[in-house]
């Protein structure tokens, strides 16, 4: 099978068994195409050249090299981190399928990504946010309503943005104050939300949808947030909201919507919470993924000692 064959059928398999995102498959496809890049480019400066490369020509070493020059090139650890993960993950699909009878990649490592710790807003800040969109839907302003209601239910849930945007009306249920949402990998999962969540919802749904669905010629019916259009809101629409409401607050990291997933799942442990009902509420596959927030909870006690003690 050639090379650039096997790539497009992998991310097919990715797309329709595996249940992988757009956004998952089209980073393995970038990955995988460079490594053909690499594996072409060397393949002509043999004397027996040919206008394709099989996947039978992978070797370990062949890997090894890809990763060298990527390095060299200045990629990050965790750039080079990823490219070992697609190809690995590909080689095993290649093992399964027949197409090769031995796995070129099961012995290949890259630098482990240097791991940062997520940007964590202070409770006094999120109410200064809660306050300052309660004074903008005020007047009823129907995106205004919106606005909050989003904010409002991206913390309580520490859902994903992209989850968020793919809410149904239908989702919602009002009585357990609970949201159904489709996580990565399209897995399900219930998320609870609190009171404060349910009343911005109940009023955007009363008082600001179907204004907004007014006059929308698509209009999807069953989507949950729309935009000025009627439409659904994309998760593009839903990052600028929430950069705009953090871009004046102090602290470093990313401004978007993970910020505020990234809170939540950090007040809740500092509230007591069991770590593996965070983790469930997060929807991680490990538990090595939530434990990231008891490092925060540690740094943010650290630095609370350090500025109350007086002899830390």
């Not at 809660?130 to 004074?135: P, V, Y």
Request: without cysteine.
């Amino acid at each position: 099978m050639q090379l650039r064959s096997a790539i497009e059928a992998f991310a097919r398999h990715l797309t329709v068994d595996r249940g992988f995102s757009a956004h998952t498959v089209r980073a393995y496809r970038g990955d995988l195409s460079d490594l053909a890049d690499f594996v072409e480019e060397r393949a002509l400066a043999a004397p027996e050249a040919t206008d394709a490369v099989d996947v039978r020509e992978l070797d370990l070493e062949t890997l090894r090299d890809w990763l060298w020059q990527g390095s060299n090139a200045g990629l990050a650890k965790s750039s080079l981190s990823r490219h070992a993960a697609a190809v690995r993950g590909f080689t095993r699909w290649l093992v399964t399928t027949g197409a090769v009878s031995a796995d070129a990649a099961a012995r290949l490592k890259a630098p482990r990504p240097e791991q940062h710790l997520p940007r964590v807003l202070t409770r006094g800040q999120m109410t200064g946010i809660f306050e300052s969109l309660a004074a903008r839907s005020d007047g009823g302003d129907p995106v205004a309503l919106r606005d909050q209601a989003i904010v409002e239910l991206l913390y309580a849930s520490a859902m994903r943005v992209s989850e968020l945007t793919g809410l149904r009306v239908g989702d919602i249920d009002r009585t357990r104050l609970t949201a159904r949402v489709l996580g990565k990998g399209g897995k399900e999962r219930i998320v609870p939300f609190g009171v404060p969540a349910a009343r911005a919802l109940d009023r955007y749904l009363r008082e600001a949808r179907s204004v907004l669905r007014q006059g929308a010629s698509n209009a999807d019916p069953g989507a949950l947030f729309l935009n000025s259009r009627g439409t659904a809101l994309n998760t593009r629409s839903v990052y600028e909201l929430v950069a705009g409401l953090l871009h004046e607050l102090p602290g470093s990291g990313p401004s978007g919507p993970h910020a505020l997933r990234h809170t939540a799942a950090t007040h809740l442990l500092d509230g007591g919470a069991d770590l593996r009902a965070v983790q469930e509420i997060l929807g991680h596959a490990s538990l090595s993924t939530t434990q990231i927030y008891t490092h925060v909870s540690a740094e943010r006690l650290k630095q609370s000692y350090q500025a109350a003690h007086p002899r830390a």
